[in-house]
């Protein structure tokens, strides 16, 4: 499937400035933004488990595109949600912040977008 696969973040952009909008404290942003995060992806027709490792930080989220699902955010938070396929483009909306993953190539590229504020990972196939 065109999702499925290991990811090693390479790039991001606008960290610092996403995190503080959503409320993450100074001491962890600080932490965080140097940590070169992996994502498992295991994609079985439209159900998904994503793995995030950061650190000894690790979320993991089960959904089926089209089915509520309750997903856990980078804060922590529980939140119930829907999670939509366009084309190659995953979308869900988590408490104001629009989120947009999608494969290009051998990398994934992640957006999310709260307000004006864009955060953008790339993450590349390993």
């Known amino acids: 499937m065109a999702f499925s696969g290991k990811y090693e973040l390479e790039t991001h952009e606008n960290f610092e400035p996403f995190m503080k909008a959503i409320g993450l404290p100074d001491d962890l942003i600080q932490k ?20 995030v490792t950061t650190g000894n930080k690790v979320l993991v989220n089960e959904f089926t595109v089209g089915q509520e699902a309750e997903l856990e955010t980078i804060t922590g938070e529980k939140i119930k949600t829907v999670v939509t396929m366009e084309g190659n483009k995953l979308k869900v909306s988590l408490k104001g912040i629009e989120s947009v993953t999608e494969v290009s190539g051998d990398k994934i590229i992640n957006t999310m977008t709260l307000g004006g504020i864009v955060y953008k990972r790339i993450s590349k196939r390993v």
């Open 32 to 51: 965080g933004k140097d940590i070169k995060s992996v994502s498992e992806i295991v994609q079985n027709g439209n159900s998904f488990k994503v793995t």
